[in-house]
């Protein structure tokens, strides 16, 4: 059999129907009754000799052979719907870069990874949120470019992947400038009955600071815990208790001097990654951006109050 006599219609209807599970769905989707579609994927197995579905009940399972030729449609139609999105604006001249980042990462992070591209005017964003499993599924169909995580892509020998480490962040304790400057406290060992804003259990260091404060006995009235960086963040600025987040988080307001870091521990840390697929044909655009030193921006420069905090906290350890 030659290339150019597999019929790719065909091959299109059976990816469809293969990742459905049945015809009635699929067949309202591209509009054809369900016998038409039945008989372009019978006319699909005739031509390749061999069946692609045994059918338990309603639904269709695939067979083993079955198997093999939806690995090699996901590549076909996905790298058909990569070309399409790497087309989509360059009649305009404009190179789009569809980027995804799970629902527990920093905006600011996000915003000063793509920072270089927000001047350029030759560059078209698609910026988008989720859980970590449904935007790598995305990226697998090739609807996204990159992935920005804080936790690695889990390994699937089924699912290449290639996750790239941006870098790191130590997680900091921040509280309202009014109430806390020129005050430091110690994590975990000064955080026993105090009012506490967390990142929530989804979060990829919630664990790390739990399991920190069990080690020190240390127990924390936890008064809030959120999920959402952006949420958190006005939680820091508005609550009055101290909160436990990465710096970059509350940038803005440690730079206004709305808020300041009372404690910090290198023991807490959250990374930082990229994941991509293993495309064929690289981005030179995120290539650049992964090429960068990591996003997270550098620490405010310390006051004078904070550094004498920061030497009266030293002088009450070495006691």
């Known amino acids: 059999m030659l290339v150019e006599q597999l019929n790719f219609h065909h091959l299109?209807?059976?990816?469809?129907?293969?990742?459905?599970?049945?015809?009635?769905?699929?067949a309202n989707a591209l509009h054809v009754s369900q016998s038409a579609l039945s008989?372009?994927?019978?006319q699909l197995e005739d031509?390749?000799?061999?069946?692609?579905?045994?059918?338990?009940?309603?639904?269709?399972?695939?067979t083993e052979t079955g198997e093999l030729v939806l690995s090699y449609a996901e590549n076909i139609f996905g790298l058909g719907q990569e070309l399409l999105g790497r087309l989509e604006g360059g009649a305009a001249?404009?190179?789009?870069?569809?980027?995804?980042?799970?629902?527990?990462?920093?905006?600011?992070?996000q915003e000063n990874w793509i920072r270089p591209l927000l001047a350029d005017p030759s560059v078209a964003l698609t910026l988008e949120s989720g859980m970590l499993d449904?935007?790598?599924?995305?990226l697998l169909q090739h609807q996204l470019d990159v992935v920005l995580a804080?936790?690695?892509?889990?390994?699937?020998?089924?699912?290449?992947?290639?996750?790239?480490f941006l870098g790191s962040q130590d997680i900091a304790l921040v509280g309202q400038a009014a109430t806390w400057r020129g005050r430091a406290l110690r994590i975990p060992a000064d955080l026993d009955g105090l009012e506490l804003a967390v990142p929530g259990p989804r979060?990829?260091?919630?664990?790390?600071?739990?399991?920190?404060?069990?080690?020190?006995?240390?127990?924390?009235?936890?008064?809030?815990?959120?999920?959402?960086?952006?949420?958190l963040r006005l939680v820091a600025r508005d609550s009055g208790w101290l909160?436990?987040?990465?710096?970059?988080?509350?940038?803005?307001?440690?730079?206004?001097?709305?808020?300041?870091?009372?404690?910090?521990?290198?023991?807490?840390?959250?990374?930082?990654?990229?994941?991509?697929?293993?495309?064929?044909?690289?981005?030179?655009?995120?290539?650049?951006?992964?090429?960068?030193?990591?996003?997270?921006?550098?620490?405010?420069?310390?006051?004078?109050?904070?550094?004498?905090?920061?030497?009266r906290a030293a002088a009450r350890r070495q006691a």
Request: proline letters at 5%.
């Open 12 to 26: 299109l209807y059976f990816w469809r129907v293969a990742k459905a599970g049945h015809l009635t769905q699929v």
């Open 39 to 42: 008989n372009q994927i019978r």
């Open 47 to 62: 031509r390749l000799g061999t069946a692609l579905f045994t059918r338990t009940g309603r639904r269709l399972v695939l």
């Open 93 to 109: 001249g404009v190179v789009r870069l569809r980027v995804g980042s799970v629902a527990t990462l920093s905006r600011n992070y």
């Open 134 to 138: 449904d935007l790598v599924r995305r």
């Open 150 to 164: 804080n936790e690695p892509a889990p390994v699937d020998p089924d699912r290449p992947l290639h996750c790239r």
């Open 203 to 231: 979060h990829a260091s919630r664990g790390q600071f739990d399991a920190l404060c069990v080690a020190a006995g240390v127990s924390p009235r936890v008064r809030a815990e959120v999920d959402d960086m952006a949420m």
């Open 243 to 311: 909160t436990v987040l990465p710096e970059v988080v509350v940038q803005d307001e440690l730079r206004a001097g709305v808020l300041v870091t009372v404690g910090r521990s290198t023991q807490l840390q959250e990374n930082f990654y990229a994941i991509t697929t293993l495309h064929r044909h690289r981005m030179q655009l995120l290539e650049q951006l992964l090429a960068r030193q990591p996003a997270a921006r550098a620490r405010p420069r310390a006051t004078r109050s904070t550094k004498a905090a920061s030497k």
